[in-house]
């Protein structure tokens, strides 16, 4: 079955760096694309970046740009994100989620790590 | 990239219907007839309720459906049961081939 399980959080100083992990399974990975979204405390969903299948077409949201770069290992089937310079506002459970084939809706999550900073 | 607007809480009662609406823009939800539905209960991960305006996974509820008219979105819940209670979450694609996703809704089974 399909499986995306999130690694690479915890407690981090701000200014630190910090790089998560999303390892698929259960599914072929390099025709997908992926997105991290994350979820600050009590807060609401925020779409954070997007990769495409081949990693040719990145996106980020306007609030990580220049510091979140987000890359994927196709032959071992990961997706990364490296998150510089923490920012309090950043503390979050950062979700890894697959891209419906051919659409633009997420049609499975990961369970997420918490990123605290 | 603001997010879209939804109301902080809806209610009803057990076997009622309840709407939850999603505004966005001509950037967004005007442009385009992308917009999903979330169901997120607590401690879990979203589920994807709702593609493309109107259309249901395999396995989801035919009690829950999509619309959209113009700038918004909406999510009617139909025949409300108390596993609905749970936080909804609009999302839409953009024309700067970004997602946006809405405010959330809680919603209250009474």
């Known amino acids: 079955q399909v499986r995306l399980v999130e690694s690479g959080g915890g407690v981090v100083q701000p200014g630190r760096s910090l790089r998560l992990a999303c390892a698929a399974s259960g599914f072929e990975f390099y025709t997908y694309a992926m997105h991290w979204v994350r979820q600050a405390p009590g807060k609401g969903l925020e779409w954070v970046a997007h990769m495409s299948l081949d990693g040719s077409n990145i996106d980020y949201a306007d609030s990580v740009k220049g510091r979140f770069t987000v890359s994927r290992d196709n032959s071992k089937y990961i997706l990364f994100l490296q998150i510089n310079s923490l920012r309090p506002g950043d503390t979050a459970v950062y979700y890894c989620v697959r891209e419906s084939l051919g659409n633009v809706f997420f049609d499975f999550w990961g369970q997420g790590t918490l990123v605290t900073v | 990239q603001s997010a879209l607007i939804q109301p902080a809480s809806v209610s009803g009662s057990p076997r009622q219907s309840i709407t939850i609406s999603c505004t966005g823009t001509r950037n967004d939800i005007v442009a385009y007839n992308y917009v999903s539905w979330y169901q997120q209960h607590p401690g879990k991960a979203p589920k994807l309720i709702i593609f493309d305006v109107r259309n249901r996974p395999s396995g989801v509820s035919d009690r829950f459906s999509g619309s959209k008219s113009g700038n918004t979105a909406s999510l009617t819940i139909s025949g409300l049961q108390a596993e609905d209670e749970a936080d909804y979450y609009c999302?839409?694609?953009?024309?700067?081939?970004?997602?946006?996703f809405g405010t959330g809704t809680t919603v209250t089974v009474l």
């Open positions: 999302a839409s694609y953009t024309k700067s081939d970004t997602r946006v």
